[in-house]
């Protein structure tokens, strides 16, 4: 038996949402089935929200990305002394 529930969300939170179901081949309704079953199952409330990139953390990234491209990042080391005498160059 199915029944209906009435949730209040804003307009944009819909329609994004409605628009990642399509890209998955899904209604809105399939998609929130999906989730509340899983839920269930597993007895747990899984929210991810990625923390947007600053511009200070994607220019050292840049910069780290540019010191392994140009072999400045020393090791791997198979041992403790192989890093010590790394670090004394």
Do not use: C, H
């Not at 399509?22 to 409330?45: C, D, E, P």
């Amino acid at each position: 038996m199915k029944t209906t529930i009435s949730v209040s969300i804003d307009k944009t939170t819909k329609d994004e949402a409605q628009n990642l179901a399509q890209s998955l081949g899904l209604t809105l309704s399939s998609l929130i089935n999906a989730y509340l079953k899983q839920v269930i199952i597993t007895r747990r409330i899984e929210l991810y929200a990625p923390e947007p990139m600053t511009p200070k953390l994607e220019k050292l990234i840049a910069e780290a990305e540019a010191e392994v491209a140009a072999g400045e990042v020393s090791g791997p080391f198979d041992n403790v002394e192989d890093f010590l005498a790394d670090l004394k160059k």
